[in-house]
């Protein structure tokens, strides 16, 4: 026997995002540079789409970079990105050739890899909007560092990591560094 879900129940399903404890931690955080460091599946890379998209609403006119490890990997997070920008129908477009999406009030979010053939994903970009690295802890440091440096000028740098934990690498360095602590 198969079982139906009753069509007024379909209505009642929101589908706006609820974001759970932890997330609603990291959105209210202020903090320029953000880590959610956290298991598979705890909602991390939706969590950082939802805020990456309120940035750059928040943000018009910027340039925005979602770094990832390769290109296959960004297949999922581009569903993610998609679902943030529902609410914000027809005011946004999607550039496969380029890989960006463009929203309305000029803000633009770039997709690049670190197994970029140029060695330099993020070559050309100034980085005025948001900086997201997903799956962070497969990211080389080479790619982490020439993206930091494309916001060296600029006013207020937002940085969002987001991975699962994967030992001692730049990710826990950066994590350390915004600890408080007697240093």
Same mark, same amino acid.
């Given at each position: 026997?198969?079982?139906?879900?009753?069509?007024?129940? =379909? #209505?009642? +399903? @929101?589908?706006?995002?609820? @974001?759970?404890?932890?997330?609603?931690?990291?959105?209210?955080?202020?903090? *320029?540079?953000?880590? &959610?460091?956290?298991?598979?599946? $705890?909602?991390? $890379?939706?969590?950082?789409?939802?805020?990456?998209?309120?940035?750059?609403?928040?943000?018009?006119?910027?340039? /925005?970079?979602?770094?990832?490890?390769?290109? #296959? $990997?960004?297949?999922?997070?581009?569903?993610? &990105? !998609?679902?943030?920008?529902?609410?914000?129908?027809?005011?946004? &477009?999607?550039?496969?050739?380029?890989?960006?999406? #463009?929203?309305?009030?000029?803000?633009?979010?770039? %997709?690049?890899?670190?197994?970029?053939?140029?060695?330099? *994903? /993020?070559?050309?970009?100034? %980085?005025?909007? +948001? =900086?997201?690295?997903?799956?962070?802890?497969?990211? @080389?440091?080479? /790619?982490?560092?020439?993206?930091?440096?494309?916001?060296?000028?600029? !006013?207020? *740098? =937002?940085? +969002? %990591?987001?991975?699962?934990?994967?030992? #001692?690498?730049?990710?826990?360095?950066?994590? =350390? /560094?915004?600890?408080?602590?007697?240093?």
């Amino acid at each position: 026997m198969v079982l139906q879900a009753h069509p007024q129940l =379909l #209505k009642a +399903v @929101p589908t706006e995002y609820v @974001p759970w404890w932890a997330q609603r931690q990291f959105h209210r955080s202020r903090a *320029p540079v953000r880590c &959610i460091v956290a298991g598979r599946q $705890s909602g991390k $890379s939706h969590a950082a789409a939802e805020e990456v998209v309120r940035i750059m609403c928040a943000r018009p006119g910027t340039c /925005s970079l979602l770094l990832m490890p390769t290109y #296959k $990997s960004t297949k999922g997070i581009q569903a993610h &990105i !998609k679902r943030a920008l529902e609410p914000l129908a027809g005011r946004w &477009i999607w550039r496969e050739f380029d890989k960006y999406f #463009k929203l309305d009030n000029g803000a633009t979010l770039y %997709i690049r890899t670190a197994d970029d053939k140029s060695g330099v *994903p /993020s070559r050309g970009l100034t %980085i005025d909007g +948001v =900086l997201w690295v997903d799956e962070a802890s497969f990211v @080389p440091v080479q /790619s982490w560092e020439a993206a930091r440096a494309t916001q060296a000028a600029v !006013k207020a *740098p =937002l940085v +969002v %990591i987001t991975t699962t934990p994967c030992g #001692k690498n730049w990710v826990y360095f950066e994590w =350390l /560094s915004g600890r408080p602590g007697p240093k």
